[in-house]
């Protein structure tokens, strides 16, 4: 059965500092990849995907992700964390385009 | 609407009432979802809708759950006999067409509390 992974369940980062969140996903074939955020209150909004082609994907907020299918990964970047990305953030996916599969979430916390 | 409506946002009940919660999608999307949010779970999926048939009712964790959708528009979760593990937020969400390269638009979810 398909499966996302996120091992992190909370990170704490200082602003202006780096950041990867990680998700490993299971599936056979090359599955369709999201991430979400969500912060409080509020609804899931996407914040970039990848189909197929370049590994690297560019996203909305300064965000980026790479599909690595030798390690079943699809970690979530960012080069510099700002205060307002604290959130909650969940990697998605879907092997037929169909219902998609999330993982449990990973919970920033961005220390000024 | 501009975005995907949920109601109520918040929702607190007795043990063994029925509950209703409301989804009114994003105008012109055929494709609607409901998931249901608990505290380190994740997102767990219920049940989809295309139009207004659910090909995917595989979620739905019981019999007391069920959903419905109307003119393609809006749609309906009915939770009957609540228990407190229906305790959550649950989301819905909608999209163009289902299998629409997975951008789903999220609603703010509904607060559910069975004491």
């Known amino acids: 059965a398909q499966s996302v992974t996120q091992p992190d369940i909370h990170i704490t980062v200082s602003e202006g500092a780096s950041l990867e969140l990680r998700c490993n996903y299971s599936?056979?074939?090359?599955?369709?990849l999201f991430w979400y955020v969500q912060s409080p209150g509020q609804g899931l909004q996407l914040l970039l995907k990848y189909f197929s082609g370049d590994t690297l994907v560019q996203g909305i907020k300064g965000f980026e992700a790479e599909f690595k299918r030798s390690q079943s990964s699809f970690n979530l970047r960012k080069p510099s964390v700002h205060w307002s990305d604290a959130a909650e953030y969940f990697c998605?996916?879907?092997?037929?385009?169909?219902?998609?599969?999330f993982g449990t979430g990973t919970r920033l916390q961005v220390t000024l | 609407g501009a975005g995907v409506s949920q109601s109520p946002s918040n929702k607190v009940t007795e043990k063994g009432k029925d509950v209703e919660l409301r989804c009114d999608p994003i105008?012109?999307?055929?494709?609607l979802y409901w998931y249901r949010q608990s505290l380190g779970q994740g997102l767990e999926f219920l049940i989809y809708?295309?139009?207004?048939?659910?090909?995917?009712k595989s979620g739905l964790p019981s019999d007391r759950f069920s959903a419905e959708r109307t003119g393609g528009s809006v749609s309906t979760l009915t939770i009957q006999r609540t228990q407190q593990e229906d305790s959550a937020v649950y989301l819905c969400?909608?999209?163009?067409?289902?299998?629409?390269?997975?951008?789903?638009?999220f609603g703010e979810g509904s607060r559910l509390t069975v004491l």
């Open positions: 599936y056979g074939a090359t599955p369709y």
């Open positions: 105008s012109g999307h055929t494709a």
């Open positions: 809708f295309q139009g207004n048939s659910a090909p995917d």
């Open positions: 998605a996916s879907t092997g037929t385009a169909s219902k998609l599969t």
């Open positions: 969400a909608s999209s163009l067409y289902f299998g629409s390269t997975g951008e789903l638009f």
